[in-house]
């Protein structure tokens, strides 16, 4: 049965201008509602998940009679539409688990606008999703650990490397015991230790041929892509292909200097990673060649990379990953996007409106 309650982070505020504001902590999500009699108020009063709908307008009826059941019914579905209420009816969760992720509900519910959402809806559906990691170095490996700590249920972990010496200034899951020892070993003890009621797996693997990441796209809920190997551009391109024809919604994640960020798919809902690489080709096509400055073989070529810019890959990521399992609307997918450190604002990029035509993986069907 619906009882509606007023999320504690959007709670109401009576201004001496005769209007009630509500959501004044959601931003973007401000309403102010004219209160002339004081109805409002008091029907906002009654709002604290204790009555079902039946209740709420008997009670408001009791002391502004004018107000017929249909309005006191109307007035809700316009707060809950607004995503002001959640349904505070009970909802199967352990105790260990309400105190555990008590502040991961205040942030859900502040943030999820979906109409009639119970508070905790959201930490239910993290315990149902089922998550695959490819790579679990820098930005992969802060994800993992993100995800761990949020309670998501399952977490399978890929990689084939060993930790090494250089993986240390940035790879934060891995302690200056883990050196040579495979990382996917070193990552699952250390998400055990951070959350025990994570089921967290792994395989030593390296990614060859899209075959491989097909039979791990079919098996989770959400791909996050933070492997660079053979070329970041490359097994991209076969996670797409994978996800694509298996409808799983995945993630990639990067950092290049002071750059990090992910790129959020949602097969079938828009333009897919090849729309863009192929939209990408097809200008370079057409602008004047350039040349890329060869350096010799002495030259050095490593991964320019700190803690924080893997950290905040992993981040984006992992908020990606959770936002596309609890499913907040407003999540944007089908394109890319990340912060520049050092820089005010965040970044758009390799956005297109429309699905590529000549795209190599959705192409042929005319939409993405
Ligand atoms: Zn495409």
Redesign the pocket.
């Given at each position: 049965m619906w009882r509606p309650r007023i999320k504690f982070e959007h709670r109401p505020v009576q201004h001496h201008d005769g209007l009630v504001r509500i959501g004044s902590n959601s931003p973007g999500n401000t309403q102010g509602i004219p209160d002339p009699d004081g109805s409002v108020w008091a029907l906002l009063a009654l709002l604290d998940g204790s009555r079902t709908v039946g209740q709420i307008a008997d009670e408001l009826a009791y002391r502004f009679p004018a107000y017929t059941h249909d309005e006191v019914s109307k007035a809700l579905d316009k707060l809950n539409t607004a995503g002001h209420l959640e349904d505070a009816s009970e909802i199967e969760l352990t105790d260990y688990e309400r105190e555990r992720y008590s502040r991961s509900r205040a942030f859900w519910r502040a943030v999820d606008r979906t109409p009639g959402r119970r508070s905790w809806d959201a930490q239910l559906r993290l315990r149902q999703a089922r998550v695959v990691i490819v790579g679990i170095g820098g930005a992969g490996g802060a994800a993992a650990r993100l995800l761990v700590m949020s309670g998501v249920g399952q977490l399978h972990c890929v990689d084939a490397d060993v930790v090494e010496l250089s993986n240390l200034n940035r790879q934060g899951l891995f302690i200056e015991q883990d050196l040579g020892k495979p990382k996917v070993e070193a990552a699952l003890e250390r998400l055990r230790q951070l959350n025990s009621h994570v089921e967290v797996s792994g395989s030593r693997e390296h990614i060859k041929r899209p075959g491989q990441l097909r039979a791990l796209a079919v098996a989770c809920d959400v791909l996050l892509m933070a492997a660079d190997q053979p070329s970041t551009g490359e097994i991209r391109s076969w996670t797409n292909q994978a996800c694509y024809a298996t409808k799983t919604a995945w993630v990639h994640t990067g950092y290049a200097g002071p750059r990090a960020s992910v790129g959020v798919f949602r097969p079938g809902t828009g333009?897919?990673y090849?729309?863009v690489r192929a939209a990408e080709q097809h200008r370079r096509s057409v602008v004047s060649p350039r040349i890329a400055w060869a350096p010799g073989e002495s030259m050095t070529r490593e991964h320019a990379a700190t803690a924080a810019t893997a950290a905040i890959a992993g981040a984006l990521a992992a908020d990606a990953v959770e936002r596309l399992i609890i499913g907040v609307p407003y999540l944007p997918v089908n394109q890319e996007y990340g912060l520049i450190l050092g820089a005010s604002r965040g970044y758009e990029a390799l956005r297109l409106e429309q699905?590529?035509p000549d795209?190599p993986?959705?192409?042929h069907d005319g939409h993405?």
């Amino acid at each position: 049965m619906w009882r509606p309650r007023i999320k504690f982070e959007h709670r109401p505020v009576q201004h001496h201008d005769g209007l009630v504001r509500i959501g004044s902590n959601s931003p973007g999500n401000t309403q102010g509602i004219p209160d002339p009699d004081g109805s409002v108020w008091a029907l906002l009063a009654l709002l604290d998940g204790s009555r079902t709908v039946g209740q709420i307008a008997d009670e408001l009826a009791y002391r502004f009679p004018a107000y017929t059941h249909d309005e006191v019914s109307k007035a809700l579905d316009k707060l809950n539409t607004a995503g002001h209420l959640e349904d505070a009816s009970e909802i199967e969760l352990t105790d260990y688990e309400r105190e555990r992720y008590s502040r991961s509900r205040a942030f859900w519910r502040a943030v999820d606008r979906t109409p009639g959402r119970r508070s905790w809806d959201a930490q239910l559906r993290l315990r149902q999703a089922r998550v695959v990691i490819v790579g679990i170095g820098g930005a992969g490996g802060a994800a993992a650990r993100l995800l761990v700590m949020s309670g998501v249920g399952q977490l399978h972990c890929v990689d084939a490397d060993v930790v090494e010496l250089s993986n240390l200034n940035r790879q934060g899951l891995f302690i200056e015991q883990d050196l040579g020892k495979p990382k996917v070993e070193a990552a699952l003890e250390r998400l055990r230790q951070l959350n025990s009621h994570v089921e967290v797996s792994g395989s030593r693997e390296h990614i060859k041929r899209p075959g491989q990441l097909r039979a791990l796209a079919v098996a989770c809920d959400v791909l996050l892509m933070a492997a660079d190997q053979p070329s970041t551009g490359e097994i991209r391109s076969w996670t797409n292909q994978a996800c694509y024809a298996t409808k799983t919604a995945w993630v990639h994640t990067g950092y290049a200097g002071p750059r990090a960020s992910v790129g959020v798919f949602r097969p079938g809902t828009g333009p897919c990673y090849d729309c863009v690489r192929a939209a990408e080709q097809h200008r370079r096509s057409v602008v004047s060649p350039r040349i890329a400055w060869a350096p010799g073989e002495s030259m050095t070529r490593e991964h320019a990379a700190t803690a924080a810019t893997a950290a905040i890959a992993g981040a984006l990521a992992a908020d990606a990953v959770e936002r596309l399992i609890i499913g907040v609307p407003y999540l944007p997918v089908n394109q890319e996007y990340g912060l520049i450190l050092g820089a005010s604002r965040g970044y758009e990029a390799l956005r297109l409106e429309q699905p590529w035509p000549d795209c190599p993986t959705c192409g042929h069907d005319g939409h993405g």
